[in-house]
């Protein structure tokens, strides 16, 4: 088996689960990265920022790095569970949420206006990691 697209879906898993372990430990950088802010007078907003930019992400790509890694070493099986396709499963979803957002973006360029620098640049970094991680999805085609 030709493990070099697992290794570039591990690649660009990597990146996601380290935005999501920087975003659980610094909310702010989050905040900072989608535009937002918490509400000074409704406290706990960083708990918004830590658990879905910090926790999602983190565990999301954790979860899917790990099985990809494996199928890559060519490890069979892990907890009882096929390597291969659990990888191919987990990567899909963190591809596909890659897009995803990627979409939504656009939708907002396209219908909101929201054609600045802040958006285009996010969108094909979207586009550019959901590809990354999904390299084995293509390669199987």
């Given at each position: 088996?030709?493990?070099a697209?697992?290794?570039t879906?591990v690649?660009?898993?990597?990146?996601?689960?380290?935005?999501?372990a920087?975003?659980?430990?610094?909310?702010?950088?989050?905040?900072?990265?989608v535009?937002?802010r918490?509400d000074?007078?409704?406290?706990?907003?960083?708990?918004?920022?830590?658990?879905?930019?910090?926790?999602?992400?983190?565990?999301t790509?954790a979860?899917?790095?790990?099985f990809?890694?494996?199928?890559?070493?060519e490890?069979?099986?892990?907890w009882?569970?096929?390597?291969?396709?659990?990888?191919?499963g987990?990567?899909?979803?963190c591809?596909?949420m890659?897009w995803?957002?990627?979409?939504?973006r656009?939708a907002?360029?396209?219908l909101?206006?929201?054609g600045?620098?802040?958006?285009?640049?996010?969108?094909?970094?979207?586009?550019?990691?959901?590809?990354?991680?999904?390299v084995?999805w293509f390669?199987?085609?």
């Amino acid at each position: 088996m030709e493990t070099a697209p697992f290794w570039t879906s591990v690649a660009g898993l990597s990146v996601g689960a380290a935005m999501g372990a920087y975003g659980l430990i610094n909310p702010r950088w989050a905040a900072g990265v989608v535009r937002l802010r918490d509400d000074p007078e409704k406290p706990g907003g960083f708990a918004e920022f830590r658990g879905t930019y910090g926790g999602l992400f983190l565990a999301t790509h954790a979860f899917a790095l790990v099985f990809m890694a494996c199928a890559a070493r060519e490890v069979e099986a892990l907890w009882g569970l096929p390597t291969y396709f659990t990888a191919l499963g987990a990567a899909g979803v963190c591809g596909a949420m890659w897009w995803g957002t990627a979409v939504g973006r656009v939708a907002a360029i396209a219908l909101d206006g929201a054609g600045s620098r802040h958006n285009l640049v996010p969108v094909m970094f979207e586009i550019v990691l959901g590809a990354l991680i999904l390299v084995p999805w293509f390669a199987r085609a």
